[in-house]
Structures are given as C-alpha cells and as structure tokens.
C-alpha cells in the first residue's frame, strides 16, 4: 500500500507538473492569440481610416462627375503621398533606431568601463587603505586638540578683553570725574580772575583818588592810606590765589592728559591682542 501511494504521489505530481505546463503553454498562446487580435483590430482601424481616406479623397471626386472609376492620374496622387509619408515613417524610425543604438553602444560602454573600474578596486590592497585611515583618524585627532586649544586660548583672549573693557570703562568714568573737576576748577579760575579785575579796578580808582587827594593836600588822609593798605593786600591774596589755582589747573591737565596716554596704550595693546587672537 505504501509503495502504490508513493506511485500514486509520483503520478499526481507528474500530472500536476504537466498540467501547470500546458497552462502556461495555453496562457502563451492566448497571449499571443490577444497580441494578434490586438494587432487585427488595429490593422482593421488603419485599414478602415486608409479606406475612409480613399473614399474622402480619391472616390469623392469620381462620384461629383458621377462615374463608378476614380481617375488614374487621382489614383496616382494619391498613392504617391501615402508612399511619401510611408517612406517618411520609416526614415524616421530608422532615425530613431539609430540613436536608440548609440545610446545602447554608450550604456554598454560605460557598464564595461564600470566593470573595469570594480575590478581594479578589487585589486586595491586593503592594507593600504587601511594605513590610510589611520593617517586620516590621526589628523583629526590633532585636529580636534588644536581646536580644544585655540577654544580655550579665545576663552582666555575674551575674559582679558572683558577685563580690560571694565578698566576702560572705569577710567572713563575717572576721566568724566576729573573732567567735570576741571571744569568746576576752570570755573572757579574764571571766577578769582573776575576778582582780580574787580580789586584791580578798584586799586587803580583809590590810586587815582589817592592822587588826586594829594594834589589837594600835602599828604594822603590816613583813612585812605589803611584803605588802599587793605586794597593791597586783598589783591596780593587774590593773586596768591589765582597762582594756587593755575598750578592746580596745570596738574589736572597733566593727570588728564596721563590718563588719555595710558587709555591710548591699553586700547592698542588690546586691539593687537584681539587680531592675535
């Protein structure tokens, strides 16, 4: 029983197998039968629009002179406008078949040309690419460590730049103190000066009436002596004074000019370190 299934088995499989062949036989040959159907229908319609054409063009005119012949010569025409336009098809066709064969000789060509190349990629001794790799992974390593440091030298070049702008700003702020000092000194000159030529007016007035008072007289009243005496001394404090205040004056203008000098110096030095940088 064993051995009839197996031969059973054997038989179903055979006749499977020639079954599954005569299917895809019969599916070719309908395949082909639906090509060449296609190929009739589309036959028939160029046939069918040749005739219409025919009709339209050659036949037309036989039956405008009511006759059952078309004439010959018409015939003729005819038939050579449609061998013009045939030949024109195929000229263009072959055109088209020309350049599908060069483009067929290029693609052949650069898949040869790419075949070579994989088999001298194949020949490439991976040692070598290897070696290469490792060269290019050490160059970006130190790469990577003089980035890190030219990082770290920008951080230290922006902390001084940050450090040297707060200096500059404090002496600006200095700079703005002594400036509005000298002006309150300048100030102040303008107003000992004004003092100075009032008290010289008023020595040169007494001077005058002192003259005059002794021309009237022998000598000089003693109440206008002690006053001119007072005049005088007043006028040699305001002048003392006025000395104090131009050397005070001198020694701002100095410490301003000072400040600018180094305000100067630092700003250059800083400058240099930033292009540095």
């Known amino acids: 029983m064993e051995e009839k299934s197996e031969i059973a088995e054997d038989e179903c499989a055979a006749v499977k197998l020639h ?3 005569y299917r895809d036989e019969s599916e070719r040959v ?3 039968i639906r090509a060449v159907i296609d190929e009739m229908e589309t036959s028939i319609g160029e046939i069918k629009k040749e005739t219409n054409s025919f009709r339209r063009e050659v036949m ?17 025409s005819y038939l ?4 013009k336009l045939k030949h024109l098809l195929i000229t263009k066709l072959q055109e088209k078949n020309d350049v599908l064969q060069s483009q067929i000789a290029e ?3 650069q898949l040869g040309a790419k075949k070579d190349l994989a088999d001298i990629l194949h020949a490439v001794d991976f040692d070598q690419l290897t070696i290469q790799n490792q060269q290019l992974l050490s160059r970006i390593r130190d790469r990577t460590h ?3 440091r030219i990082k770290a030298s920008s951080n230290k070049a922006m ?4 450090t040297v702008r707060k200096q500059l700003q404090n002496f600006q702020t200095e700079g703005t103190h002594v400036k509005q000092k000298l002006d309150e000194d300048f100030s102040k000159l303008d107003r000992a000066k004004g003092e100075i030529n009032r008290s010289n007016k008023m020595k040169k007035r007494f001077k005058e009436l002192l003259e005059i008072g002794t021309q009237e007289s022998d000598g000089p009243s003693p109440p206008h002596a002690l006053e001119y005496m007072q005049l005088k001394e007043s006028a040699q404090r305001l002048q003392k004074e ?6 005070k004056v001198e020694i701002a203008e100095l410490t301003a000019s000072q400040l600018e000098r180094q305000l100067k110096c630092r700003a250059s030095e800083n400058k240099e370190k930033s292009e540095q940088g």
């Open 19 to 21: 079954i599954a062949c």
């Open 30 to 32: 309908l395949d082909d």
């Open 60 to 76: 037309f005119e036989a039956e405008m002179r009511h006759s059952k012949f078309a004439s010959t010569d018409r015939i003729l």
């Open 80 to 83: 050579q406008e449609k061998w």
């Open 107 to 109: 693609a052949e060509r």
């Open 146 to 148: 003089e980035f890190h």
């Open 159 to 162: 902390k001084a730049l940050e």
């Open 242 to 247: 006025v000395e104090q205040w131009k050397k």
